[in-house]
């Protein structure tokens, strides 16, 4: 089992940044790729952003240019730095881990972005 902690969301201006953090425990071994999925009111959760071992991360076209994720290995921990902020990135932030034969979930954490 891996269990995902979140932390770093909160309220921000259009234009402004926040740092979002997933600290994993447990089996971290198992995962292949770990990443950050959001989900607004009234809509479907989407991928935001996603690393594998080795692999450049892979972003959703709303935020390429404008996001970035990094991982610190060594603290089993992945980040998404958020920069140029839009309301529409307003959402609940999750982390996700993937193993070969699991998907975990963090408990989500709030993002608002004010215009």
């Known amino acids: 089992q891996v269990q995902l902690v979140e932390s770093g969301g909160g309220l921000v201006q259009a234009g402004g940044s926040l740092r979002l953090s997933c600290a994993a425990s447990?089996?971290?071994?198992?995962?292949?790729?770990i990443g950050w999925y959001r989900q607004a009111p009234g809509k479907l959760r989407e991928l935001v952003a996603v690393?594998?071992?080795?692999?450049?991360?892979k972003y959703a076209d709303s935020v390429k240019g404008r996001f970035a994720i990094s991982r610190d290995n060594a603290k089993n921990t992945v980040y998404l730095q958020m920069t140029s902020l839009k309301p529409e990135d307003t959402a609940v932030y999750y982390c996700?881990?993937?193993?070969?034969?699991?998907?975990?979930w963090g408990q989500g954490t709030q993002v608002t972005v004010s215009s």
């Open positions: 996700n881990a993937q193993s070969l034969t699991n998907d975990y």
């Open positions: 447990g089996n971290t071994f198992s995962i292949n790729a």
């Open positions: 690393t594998r071992s080795e692999v450049s991360g």
